[in-house]
C-alpha cells in the first residue's frame, strides 16, 4: 500500500512539473509570436534608433616614395575639434568635490588649448568654453583650422580631454589630406587626386597607380553606445599600396630650378626637362612648366610624355645615323650648301646662316655640327632618293617608331609615316623634310631614349618612372630595366655618331654647352611650330628650341632633354636656350656625385679652408660636415631645422626660431629646404636665380594667408 502510495506521488509531482515545463514553452512560443509579428514595429523603430545602416569605411591612400625612400606624396588625417556638452560626465559632481567636473578641468583646459594653438588667450578659451557648456552645446567648434594628427595627439591628453570621448565630450571630424612634403616638386609627374578624394587619381602617377593607391574600403556601423553615436567596424579596409619612384629628390629640384630660370629669362610659353640614368633607364627628375597669365610658372600637363610635336634637328642625328649604317654616306663626305638656301621641287630649305652666306662645302659630321639643314637634307636624299621607304625602314628597324608603356596616363607615340602606308601623305619633299626632323611626330621622352641608346652603347632601354609597389613593406612588384633594341646600329657607326655630338659641343651650335666641370656631348634643335592647317607662319613664326645629350661624355652617367616651346626674348637657338638648361643641370648632377674631402683638393692661396655650408635639415647638415671632415660648433642640441655661419676653421649652428603657423626665416637655406617649409605651411613660392636664399618676399615671423606666394630670390 506505502508502495502505490509513493508511486503516485511521484507521478503527481512529475505530472505537475510537466506542466509547468508546457506552460513556460507556450508563454515562450507566445512571447516569439508576439515580438515578430505583434511587437516588430516597436522594436524595429526602437533599434533604428540605435543603429544606422552599414557604411563604408575608405582605405587609406598608398605613399608615394622617391628612390632614396623621400616621402614625395602621401595622405595624411587632418581634424576638426568640436565639444559636445551634452556630456552627463561634464555635468557631475565628482565625490568630494563641490562643483561639476567641467569647472574642474576648464582653467587647465583652456591653458591648455591656449598654448597649444595659440589664437586666443586663456580666458577668451575659458568664456568661450562655459558660454558653450551653459547653452547645452551639442557641436561646440574649438579651433577653427585643421590640425594634424601629431597635434591631435598631443590634445588628446589634454586636461578633461585625457578621460577619454565619452567623459570629457570631445569630438573629432577627421579630413583626409593628401599631401606632397616637397610642395609643386614633380607635381605633374606625381599628380593629383580629385578633391573628393573618392574619384582617386587625376593625373600622373597617381592616376597610373590608382587601382593600387587606393585599397579596398572596409565596412562599419553607426551604433549608439553610452548616449553617443559611434563607428562600429564590421570589415576593416585594406589600405591601399606604396609607390617607389625611380625619382631623385635632389636631381628633381636642380632640373626644375634651372628649366624656370631660363624660361623666366626668355618669358617662354612653355617648357620640360628630363634625366634618365644611362644604364637603367630609371627617370631621376621631370619638369614640366607652363607660363599662366600673370607671368609665373605651374606644371600644367606633361609635356615630356604627351607632346607629339615635330622634333626638329634633334632627329637630324637619326637620318645620318640610318645613311652611315646602311654604308650610302661616310662622315667625311663633302656636301655643297652653297649660301644656304637649296631647292627640293619648289620649296626652300634654308640653314639658320643663309643671311650670313651659308656654309659652302662641309662635310657630312660638319653638318650635324653646325645643324645644317641643307647639309643633312641633302646627304639624306641623295642617298635615299630612289628608295624613300628604305630610309623609313632604318628608322623602323631602331625602334624609333616603336611605341612604349609609361606609367603616366596620357603619354603620346612616335610617328614616322611610310611612302607605302595610304593613310599618309607623301610628297617628293617629305624625305628631306623628313631628315631634318619635320613631318615627323616624338615626344620629347623617345628622342630621350634615342640619344641615351647612344649614351648605353647602342642599346635603347625603356625610360620608366617606378620602381616598386609594395604593402605593408612586402613586395607587390617591381619594375626593371627593359631593352627596346639591343643595338640601334654598327658599333662603327656608333662610335662616328658619338664624334659628331662631341663635336657640336666643341665646334658647332652646343659651344655654349661647353663645360669646364664635366664633358657633354648632344645635338641641339631649333624648329618651327606648326599651326597645323594653317602652316608655320600663320600669325608669326613661332619657335620651339631643344638640346639633348650625355654626360660625362666619356663615361656617361645621365642623358638629359630640355625643350622649350615659344621663347620671346632673344633669337631662338636651341644651343643657347634649351643647352643653358642642359649644361646647368650637368654642372649641377655632376657636382653632387664627388665625393671629396678638403685635404683631397688642391688648394691656392686664395681657396677658402672651409667652404659655405647652406642651413637646413640639421642632420643632413651634419652628414655633410662629418664627411668633408669638418669642425661644426654651436648649439647642436635636438634641433631638426639649423642656420649655419662659417669662419675660418669651423662652421658655427644655432637653431632656427620660428612660432607656428609664422612664415620662418629661410635665408641662408638652399632652394629645396626653404621651399618645404614655406609649402608645409601652406604658401606658394616663387624662385628667383641660384644657390642659396638671400632675401625672402614675406618677412619671418608674419601671419600669412594659405595659398600667399613668397618670392625667394637664391644667389
Known amino acids: 500500500m506505502t508502495m502505490n502510495n509513493d508511486r503516485r506521488d511521484i507521478l503527481l509531482r512529475f505530472g505537475i512539473v510537466y506542466v509547468i515545463i508546457l506552460a513556460v514553452a507556450a508563454a515562450i512560443v507566445f512571447k516569439i509570436i508576439d515580438i515578430q509579428y505583434l511587437e516588430r514595429p516597436i522594436w524595429m523603430k526602437l533599434a533604428s534608433r540605435l543603429t544606422q545602416a552599414d557604411r563604408e569605411a575608405p582605405a587609406n591612400r598608398g605613399n608615394i616614395f622617391a628612390a632614396d625612400g623621400e616621402l614625395l606624396a602621401s595622405t595624411l588625417p587632418k581634424y576638426y575639434l568640436y565639444m559636445d556638452m551634452r556630456s552627463d560626465a561634464l555635468h557631475d559632481t565628482l565625490k568630494n568635490h563641490t562643483k561639476p567636473l567641467f569647472y574642474e578641468k576648464v582653467d587647465s583646459l583652456a591653458m591648455s588649448l591656449s598654448r597649444k594653438l595659440g589664437d586666443k588667450s586663456k580666458d577668451e578659451y575659458k568664456r568661450s568654453l562655459i558660454s558653450a557648456y551653459k547653452r547645452v552645446d551639442k557641436r561646440f567648434l574649438l579651433y577653427p583650422y585643421l590640425v594634424s594628427f601629431s597635434d591631435m595627439q598631443q590634445i588628446r591628453k589634454f586636461p578633461l580631454f585625457n578621460l577619454g570621448k565619452i567623459k570629457s565630450g570631445l569630438c573629432e571630424e577627421v579630413y583626409a589630406r593628401r599631401v606632397r612634403p616637397f610642395g609643386d616638386l614633380g607635381s605633374r609627374t606625381i599628380g593629383d587626386i580629385y578633391g573628393d578624394g573618392a574619384r582617386g587619381g587625376k593625373n600622373g602617377i597617381e592616376l597610373a597607380f590608382d587601382s593600387l593607391l587606393r585599397g579596398k574600403p572596409g565596412v562599419f556601423s553607426r551604433q549608439r553606445i553610452a548616449g553617443r553615436w559611434e563607428n562600429v567596424v564590421a570589415v576593416p579596409p585594406e589600405n591601399g599600396a606604396d609607390i617607389f619612384t625611380t625619382l631623385d629628390v635632389s636631381i628633381q629640384d636642380i632640373t626644375e630650378s634651372s628649366l624656370l630660370k631660363e624660361m623666366t629669362a626668355l618669358q617662354a610659353n612653355e617648357g620640360c626637362a628630363v634625366v634618365m640614368e644611362v644604364g637603367t633607364g630609371e627617370i631621376k627628375a ?90 643633312v637634307s641633302k646627304a639624306i636624299y641623295n642617298a635615299y632618293k630612289n628608295n624613300p621607304g628604305a630610309f623609313v625602314d632604318k628608322l623602323y628597324s631602331m625602334k624609333l617608331n616603336q611605341r ?27 624625305l628631306p623634310w623628313m631628315s631634318i626632323g619635320y613631318e615627323v611626330g616624338m615626344p620629347p621622352i623617345y628622342t630621350l631614349a634615342f640619344y641615351n641608346a647612344i649614351a648605353n652603347g647602342g642599346k635603347m632601354i625603356r625610360p620608366y618612372l617606378v620602381r616598386s609597389v609594395q604593402r605593408d613593406g612586402k613586395l607587390i612588384k617591381s619594375f626593371t630595366t627593359e631593352t627596346i633594341n639591343e643595338a640601334i646600329c654598327k658599333p662603327t657607326t656608333l662610335t662616328k655618331i658619338k664624334a659628331m655630338l662631341e663635336g657640336v659641343v666643341t665646334n658647332g651650335t652646343g659651344k655654349s654647352v661647353a663645360s669646364p666641370y664635366v664633358k657633354i656631348a648632344g645635338k641641339s634643335g631649333t624648329a618651327q611650330i606648326s599651326k597645323g592647317s594653317a602652316g608655320y607662319k600663320s600669325n608669326g613664326v613661332t619657335h620651339q628650341v631643344s638640346f639633348c645629350g650625355y654626360f660625362p661624355a666619356d663615361n656617361p652617367r645621365y642623358t638629359v632633354i630640355c625643350v622649350i616651346r615659344q621663347p620671346q626674348i632673344g633669337i631662338a637657338s636651341g644651343g643657347h636656350m634649351a643647352g643653358a638648361v642642359v649644361k646647368d643641370i650637368a654642372e649641377l648632377v655632376y657636382a653632387k656625385k664627388i665625393t671629396v674631402t678638403p685635404k683631397e683638393i688642391a688648394k691656392t692661396n686664395n681657396s677658402p679652408k672651409i667652404p659655405v655650408v647652406k642651413g637646413g635639415n640639421y642632420n643632413e647638415v651634419q652628414t655633410v660636415l662629418s664627411r668633408l671632415a669638418i669642425n661644426f660648433m654651436g648649439d647642436k642640441g635636438n634641433y631638426k631645422w639649423i642656420q649655419t655661419v662659417s669662419d675660418a676653421s669651423s662652421v658655427q649652428v644655432r637653431p632656427m626660431e620660428n612660432r607656428r603657423n609664422s612664415v620662418p626665416n629661410v635665408v641662408g637655406l638652399g632652394a629645396k629646404d626653404a621651399v618645404y617649409l614655406l609649402e608645409n605651411i601652406g604658401l606658394r613660392t616663387q624662385l628667383v636665380g641660384r644657390g642659396k636664399v638671400v632675401a625672402q618676399s614675406l618677412a619671418a615671423g608674419a601671419y600669412p594667408q594659405k595659398g600667399q606666394t613668397v618670392i625667394l630670390s637664391l644667389q
Open 286 to 375: 621631370v619638369a614640366n612648366l607652363g607660363r599662366l597669365p600673370d607671368g609665373s610658372y605651374a606644371e600644367r600637363r606633361n609635356e615630356a610624355f604627351a607632346d607629339q610635336g615635330e622634333p626638329g634637328s634633334t632627329f637630324k642625328v637619326a637620318s645620318i645615323m640610318a645613311a652611315l649604317d646602311d654604308g650610302l654616306i661616310s662622315e667625311n663626305d663633302t656636301v655643297d650648301t652653297g649660301n644656304g638656301l637649296y631647292s627640293f621641287f619648289g620649296q626652300v630649305m634654308k640653314d639658320h646662316n643663309a643671311d650670313r652666306g651659308g656654309y659652302h662645302k662641309i662635310s657630312v659630321a660638319q653638318a650635324i655640327w653646325y645643324s645644317s639643314n641643307v647639309g
Open 404 to 430: 612604349m608603356h609609361f606609367d603616366i596616363p596620357g603619354a603620346g607615340r612616335p610617328h614616322i609615316k611610310h611612302p607605302n602606308d595610304k593613310n599618309s601623305i607623301w610628297s617628293n619633299t617629305s
